[in-house]
């Protein structure tokens, strides 16, 4: 049984892959996918998170990254809040190809730009929260 300890390393870690994955798909001019795999790396840092301030040693079964935070004061603004919430748009219906084609048509490679610097800023907020 792994301790909590242990349980949020492996969702830090995870998260660094998928940081990785984001960068290389933005040099590849695939947007959606970026953004995808950036709602993917927040989600992951919002579960070490989650670990962190809850009893349980495993998170939710979610990629609502509002519901992984619900509860825990992380010194998000409600800009951010509301970010999060547009974010989790890439992890639903980047996953189902009948939205794939609406997703591409509004992400621009501008729009991309200021996401993941979004992403990367929020991820900075919550992991002094570990």
């Given at each position: ?21 984001l ?16 709602h ?18 495993i ?18 603004s ?36 200021e ?8 991820s ?7």
């Open positions: 049984m792994m301790t909590k300890e242990e349980h949020i390393t492996h969702w830090i870690k995870s998260s660094e892959d998928d940081l990785i994955t960068n290389s798909l933005f040099k590849e001019e695939r947007f959606v996918h970026a953004i995808f795999f950036g993917l790396f927040l989600e992951k840092v919002c579960k070490a998170v989650w670990v962190k301030h809850n009893i349980e040693n998170a939710p079964f979610t990629h609502n990254l509002l519901k992984l935070l619900n509860g825990i004061e992380t010194g998000l409600e800009d951010d809040l509301t970010f999060l919430d547009n974010l989790n748009e890439y992890q639903l219906e980047g996953r189902y190809p009948e939205y794939e084609f609406q997703l591409k048509k509004k992400t621009t490679k501008e729009m991309a730009i996401y993941i610097i979004k992403i990367n800023n929020i900075q907020c919550l992991l002094k929260n570990l």
